[in-house]
């Protein structure tokens, strides 16, 4: 996984969205200044990686804006694995 600190553009958009964290269709994750160590931020975005890559860009792309129409962001399907991806799994760090 790339990670970068967001600039220009993508960190405006990333401000306005209130992300933290943003993952793109070309493997990389914009993460916004001072948020680069941030291992929970990073599950999160390294989640949504995963899905894009099990899924392919076209579905994961249309199923999300679906999902987001149909059930709102927090609520989203992909949006909830993320989140429960954030945490590790008992017994590591």
Known sequence: ??????TGLIRA???LCGFAGWTSFWN???????????QRLLR???C????????????????YLW???LYGYLDNP???AA??????PRGHA
Request: aromatic letters at 10%; charged letters at 35%.
């Open 48 to 63: 949504h990686l995963e899905q894009i890559q099990r899924d392919g860009r076209l579905v994961f792309a249309v199923k």
């Open 78 to 80: 992909y949006e909830r």
């Open 13 to 15: 958009y990333m401000r």
């Open 83 to 88: 989140r429960a991806a954030e945490d590790p």
């Open 44 to 46: 999160h975005e390294r």
């Open 28 to 38: 990389t994750v914009y993460v916004l200044p001072g948020r680069e160590s941030d």
């Open 1 to 6: 996984m790339k990670v970068k600190t967001a």
């Open 67 to 69: 999902w987001l129409l």
